[in-house]
């Protein structure tokens, strides 16, 4: 049981460490010469790279862009609650209880992170024809299905320790 325990709280790390990556880098869309993510846009010229603001319009709509940032922070700090109250219900909860608050937890960070990049996905870099989605896009889904591992690990725990 020691060993299960240790490989949940590992992915629970994981699952932390990409949420943060994915929400801070700087690598949502790439191109030869632009790199965006969900607060700026990163533009090369002359060899030098320069932080410039998001476009406006209706290449991307505001509102779509406040859901995105507003769901990846909830995930990262719905998830970070999630390992807190893990460890903390280990030492205070009687078995059958153990793992439902941590397991609601991550099943919102899960939510959440889903949220952000299917709305990343449907409404943004829609008619560009050069670019791809880069390793924070990826990281974002990646992370995506490591919180609902480990949301579905901790609800079948509870019932296991019942």
């Known amino acids: 049981m020691l060993i299960l325990l240790a490989a949940i709280f590992a992915i629970h790390i994981i699952g932390i460490i990409l949420l943060l990556v994915a929400t ?3 690598a949502w869309w790439m191109t030869e010469h632009i790199s965006t993510d969900i607060w700026g846009r990163w533009i090369q010229i002359n060899g030098v790279w320069n932080l410039t603001n998001l476009p406006e319009g209706s290449t991307y709509p505001q509102d779509y862009l406040q859901a995105v940032q507003a769901s990846s ?13 893990f460890v903390a ?7 059958g209880k153990r ?8 099943i919102l ?3 959440c992170i889903m949220i952000a990049a299917s709305i990343y996905t449907d409404r943004f870099h829609i008619d560009e024809k050069f670019g791809w989605y880069g ?3 990826i990281l974002a889904w990646i992370s995506f ?9 901790y609800f079948v725990l509870r019932k296991k320790t019942a």
């Not at 299905?145 to 690990?153: E, K, P």
Request: hydrophobic residues 55%.
């Open 145 to 153: 299905a490591l919180t609902f591992i480990s949301s579905i690990t």
């Open 99 to 106: 793992f439902t608050i941590s397991g609601v937890f991550q």
């Open 73 to 85: 922070v909830l995930a990262c700090i719905f998830s970070i609650l999630g390992i807190f109250v």
């Open 109 to 111: 960070a899960c939510l």
């Open 24 to 26: 801070i880098d700087n």
């Open 135 to 137: 390793h924070s896009y």
């Open 89 to 95: 219900q280990l030492f205070t909860l009687e078995k």
